[in-house]
């Protein structure tokens, strides 16, 4: 199986409808905060002007795409999301950066390393183990050693 | 004659040890700098400036250059192999990524590496010919100006597009949204800030292009039953060299990028990132088959990576003869420079011609060094290509959340780069293109703060565009090229409407 | 009574002899100053000047780190939460610590309360640069020209509610003129905006702008400073043109967070006042254009709750908007 199969394929009409409709919520929204700012006049333009035409084009745009999806025959073509590397990816970086300041960078790293390898596709456990003292290593020479940056070594 | 006592000069200040060393010493930790995805050159230069407190200052302006050009060098490195852009080379992902996947990174290295090369001594030359009354021009520039040459990056932004206009479209526009959060500069209002006090500055464009094409990249890829792309006994020094039609269909576009970026890097705040995207239109739009790009052109590569080491070099010209600083690390050789009691300034040519010629030979003994230094180099990145990806991506998340960290020392931004990776991740499921919007984010507060200031200085006169030369002239290019793209795209759709027509008959 | 007031004093004595065991001990490991700007600014460039000295006194590590964001409130922020040990330093300019503070809601320190005074350790006052085409030689002819025609004049600034926005406010209002105010981002924006023409005048930073003055590119007509600038002596105060009284200086300070030990702070202050003493730090701090100042924890005290009602009325003078 190939990541990338429809590279090249014109967008389904599924994602055109979904895109649409993010679209138009995110204008949607932009909007209602945009016009709780003062608009002021064309000549001397407050802070709500720009946005709140950049907002409306959004929310236009947004219509004419998911226009488009429903003028096409809807071809019944799922959008396959995998969570699986999303949510690891996520609870790895969040406790790097919950670890960075208050424990230091090394015991970050080490955490990022092991939780991230467990979006890979087959679980190797010596193989993460390896990978974070290595980088561990690395990331000491090049960031504290070399490039001496301010950052906290390791605090327990 | 003169320009040869000038050069001889600066031959003989450039090749002193010293001068060599700190050469050396700036282009290496800058390539290193530029390598690592995410960690910015002004970290570097934060580190070594007090280096420059007890050196003399051409030695001191050497290094920081060095570092700063050097840095851009190595920028296109990440861009190329692993889609991780720094903001100078997003540009460079479109083409040199899908290169890399077709198993041909290293030629993209090879290239870009002669169009840095190409792009930087045509730049030394012409700042050596033109700086200063090309300087002196790039003053009269006033906001209106300064409005047009927004709109003109903008009309480039739609060339840049690949696939639906109307989504590269939206894809603009929310960049320029997001440009917008922080304190608004002409009243002080905070917008879309939330309540919170580090989004006052708005969201880091660093932070922005890493999400958005680099954890973004990590997470649709992590875990897919892969091996690496490319195998080991793949790479022979051969693959790695460009074939004769490479060179033959790179070359003219090393050049025209060249002229665009050293163009653009005279103008004062214009920068880098402006002129890679013009190299990137002007070949789009010259190509005879436009659809090529976005899938591996080499044009595509080498363009904008030429036009921004032009421009790099370039704006040596304002920082130098106007006392302009076009970033934080121009900003800080001026500032280094001034502890010194030398002050920057139309006559500083004639009153330091060691320091100035010194500088300029130095920029091309920097360069040669980057290249002896890059291509051996070459071979080594791309086998990096060869790790498995499960290996591979561990690794890489660390650097981008490290070097997320060492720009603002902001833990924020580490969850930051996060979100807009899951947003990234959402937008390639939907077809959406982060490219486009890495430019309106770029060119959104421009565009605004431009057309608001033109508007109080005109004191509310819209005209003011279309009244003063420069502006109006800009306009006017930008109207042809807009109308250009437009015939061109409907030609292509109605050429593909009659196919599709003939094809149901 | 007499019993517990003698273990309160025993408790005292055990207090204070613990704190100068910690006084006696620091610094024991390295200490950070927060700079709450991006390198190469004066700040900035104050403090890794300043680190070295620091370092060579002390023998332990100075390191300089770089927090910028919302004109220095963000760095001013994460000094505020961090631990009041002497480990973690603020140097700052007067924004973060007055003008922010009244300008911004989201801000969630106090400058008085969370924070302990260290050392006024310099200041430095702005030049009135105008566009050469501009008739206008001096500050009384300046004034003549906008009264003629107000609104017309547009005058330039480093961004809203900075300390070269607010001096035109000031100059405004004691002259009593109406200069238009347009602001761009940062100070050499507005330098090149009255270079170009698009705008007349500019109060600004005077280092920036020294080279494009010293080459004829801008004319200084006055700096905003009671006495003359260390590195422009040629140029007149604006006091001495007729706005008698006119003072508006930034000023770089060092605050520790609240609970800092007092002992720590007398040594910090007495290290860092020997080292503005010196004749060629003060060579070098002159050269980026401080005029260095220095004495006690406590007139830097004073003189900030004096400052903080100071630029509070500015603000409101500049039309911003005041919670």
Known sequence: MTRDRDADATPSAGQDLVGGLLTIAFGGFALSKALSYPMGSALRMGPGF????????????????????????????????????????AIAVAAFALMLERFGIVPATIALVLISSLAASRLRLWRSLILAVVMTGAVYVIFIVVLQMPLTVMNW | MKFLQHLALGIDVAFTAQNLLYCFLGVTLGNLMGVIPGVGAVAAVSILLPVTYYIPPSAGLIMLAGLYYGAIYGAVTGAILLNIPHTVSAVECLDGYPMARQGRAGVALFMTTIASLCGSVVGIIIIAIFAPPVAAVALTFESPDYFALVILGMT????????????????????ML?????????????????????????????????????????????????????RASDITWRSLLPTRSDIRAAWPAIARGTFIGALFGVLPGAGAVLASIMGYTVEKQLAADPSRFGKGA????????????????????????????????????????????ISPGPEFIGAHPDIFWGLLVSFVIGNVLLVIWHIPFIRLWVKLLTVPFDVLYPVVLVFICIGVYTIHSSVLDIFLVLLFGC????????RFEPAPLLIGLVLGPLLEAYLRRSMIVSHGDPLVFFERPISGSILVVSAIVLAWTFRKSFKRERAALEAQSSGAQ | MKKSFAWLATLALVLTSGLSAAAAAYPD???????????????????????????????????????????????????????GDGYTLLLSTNSPLTTNVILFKSIKYDPLRDFVPVILAGQNALVLAVNLNLPAKTVPELIALAKKEPGKLIGASSGNGTTSHLSLTEFNKRAGVKITHVPYRG????????????????????VPALPM????????????GLSRSGVTPDVPTLDESGLKGFDVTAWIGMVAPKGTPADVVDKLNAKINEILKQPDFRQYITKIGIDPIGDTQQAFGKYLAAQIPVWRQRAIDAGLKVE
């Open chain 3, 29 to 83: 490991k390295p200490i950070h100053i927060i700079v709450p700007y991006t390198p190469g600014g004066t700040v900035d460039l104050l403090a890794r000047a300043m680190a070295p000295l620091l370092n060579k006194a002390w023998g332990q590590q100075i390191v300089v780190e770089n927090r910028p964001g919302a004109g220095g409130s963000v760095g001013a922020e994460y000094v505020a939460q961090a631990p």
């Open chain 1, 50 to 89: 720009f946005p709140a035409i950049l907002s409306c084009l959004i929310i236009v745009l947004g219509v004419a795409l998911a226009l488009h999806a429903l003028q096409r025959r809807m071809a019944r073509q799922a959008i396959e999301v995998r969570l699986r590397p999303v949510v690891t990816i």
């Open chain 3, 213 to 224: 003055i010293s080459d004829g590119r801008l004319r200084a007509l006055a700096t905003t």
């Open chain 2, 178 to 230: 997001i440009g917008l959060v922080g304190m608004d500069v002409t009243s002080a209002q905070p917008r879309f800030t939330f309540g919170v006090t580090q989004f006052m500055d708005g969201i880091s464009i660093g932070v922005i292009a890493m999400g958005l094409f680099g954890v973004a990249e990590l997470i649709a890829n992590a875990g897919w039953v892969r091996t690496s792309q490319v």
């Open chain 2, 423 to 430: 947003v990234g991740y959402g937008m390639r499921l939907l």
């Open chain 2, 156 to 175: 480039g932004a739609v060339a840049l597009a690949r696939g639906s206009p109307l989504r590269s479209f939206i894809m603009i526009l929310v960049g």
């Open chain 2, 298 to 341: 080499i044009e595509g590569v080498v363009a904008p990576e030429a036009a921004a080491n032009a421009a790099c070099q370039t704006s040596f010209v304002p920082t130098l003869t106007l006392g302009i600083p076009t970033d934080p690390i121009t900003a800080v050789m001026l500032g280094a420079l001034m502890i010194k009691g």
């Open chain 3, 187 to 206: 100070g050499v924006p507005s330098l090149t905006a009255v270079i170009s023409g698009e705008a007349q005048l500019v109060f600004s930073d005077i």
